[in-house]
């Protein structure tokens, strides 16, 4: 059974970095996108950032230039590298991944969600 383990979430204070982890229990280049997604309550998930299997990456405006998204294709794994942290990236934060397949012949999208890692910035 295909499974996305997430790691590497805690209170971190303001100013301060955090590194979560992602490991797909597939091969990743089997996946066409890898997202990280981050929730607080009564909240929609939000998309923070996709890394595509070619390696193209791409972030949400509130990010940018201080989360950058990674992976280590030996390791299945896709990394969120979380600097500056600020008090608004608290959530439990969330890993995604697509990509297609067969049934009877007929293509669909499959996704998979992991099991969410809390992420707490404290001012």
């Known amino acids: 059974q295909v499974q996305l383990v997430e790691s590497g979430g805690g209170l971190v204070q303001a100013g301060k970095s955090l590194r979560l982890s992602c490991a797909a229990s597939?091969?990743?280049?089997?996946?066409?996108?890898m997202c990280w997604y981050r929730q607080t309550p009564g909240n929609q998930r939000e998309l923070v950032a996709t890394?595509?299997?070619?390696?193209?990456?791409n972030y949400a405006g509130s990010v940018q230039d201080r989360f950058t998204i990674s992976r280590d294709t030996a390791k299945n794994t896709v990394y969120l590298q979380m600097d500056s942290l600020k008090p608004e990236d608290t959530g439990v934060y969330y890993c995604?991944?697509?990509?297609?397949?067969?049934?009877?012949?007929?293509?669909?999208?499959?996704?998979?969600w992991g099991q969410g890692t809390q992420v707490t910035g404290s001012s």
């Open positions: 995604n991944a697509e990509w297609l397949s067969k049934r009877l012949g007929c293509p669909r999208v499959e996704s998979l």
């Open positions: 597939m091969n990743i280049f089997r996946i066409n996108v």
């Open positions: 890394m595509t299997n070619i390696g193209s990456a």
